[in-house]
């Protein structure tokens, strides 16, 4: 009968001597689409929007939500392909039941991928109550270049720079831009209505706060330029001027 040795497979264990097992986690911002019917019309309109807004999908992961578009509407049946050919990367659909013999043809989406990476984290005790996450702000002191984009979905994100054309903002409440805000800022991602854009020279390219968004050619021109916030009001992105 052979015994067991410290190094074999089968030997006990000291708890005491084992490396803590530790998980990271990736957290990510996904734009959710709800389109409407006809989907014809609704496509056109997501063209137009996409030509005058050139990158806004560009490498984004998207929530198709098909709560608005019944079964039975023309095109649905390639409608996810005629996504997919414009470069939406659709990562998950909600508001359908993909066994409906509609999406036969769909190459559906069965999870998520990619995110920004959050810090790591130990695997919890049950023994031990978690303490709550409790929210808070992003500083960013440095100015944000073209190309850079922030995702802080915790929180107000404050940057005390300057927002560089090309570049991407975007947090769970409001958006404050001390210096020029030439990029993109997107306020309110995790459903806050009541979230803000603040900058001291509104110049951007696009803003949206809880999914309603406006391109620099729908913002007022008195107050580009201008120390100016943007509110949503009756589901409107709208422009003030901040005295």
Do not use: C
């Amino acid at each position: 009968m052979s015994v067991p040795t410290a190094n074999s497979p089968s030997a006990a264990a000291d708890p005491g001597t084992l490396p803590r097992i530790r998980a990271g986690g990736r957290s990510f911002l996904a734009l959710v689409l709800t389109p409407e019917a006809p989907l014809d019309i609704w496509l056109d309109a997501l063209d137009l929007q996409v030509s005058r807004s050139a990158g806004f999908f560009a490498g984004k992961p998207i929530i198709l939500d098909l709560s608005l578009v019944p079964s039975d509407t023309p095109g649905l049946e390639n409608f996810l392909p005629v996504l997919t050919e414009r470069g939406i990367h659709v990562i998950g659909i909600e508001g359908a039941d993909r066994d409906e013999p509609v999406f036969a043809a769909w190459d559906w989406p069965d999870g998520f991928a990619g995110g920004r990476v959050s810090p790591e984290a130990d695997i919890p005790d049950d023994s031990v109550e978690p303490p709550p996450l409790a929210p808070g702000s992003l500083i960013i002191e440095e100015p944000v270049r073209s190309g850079q984009q922030i995702v802080w979905a915790e929180g107000d994100v404050i940057v005390l720079g300057s927002v560089a054309s090309g570049a991407e903002v975007s947090a769970g409440g409001s958006i404050h831009i001390y210096g020029a805000l030439r990029g993109r800022a997107i306020a309110g991602i995790v459903g806050r209505p009541d979230a803000r854009i603040f900058a001291r020279v509104m110049e951007a390219e696009l803003l949206a706060i809880d999914g309603f968004y406006a391109i620099a050619e729908e913002m007022p021109a008195a107050l580009t330029g201008k120390a100016a916030q943007a509110v949503l009001v009756d589901d409107t992105l709208t422009l003030r001027a901040v005295s």
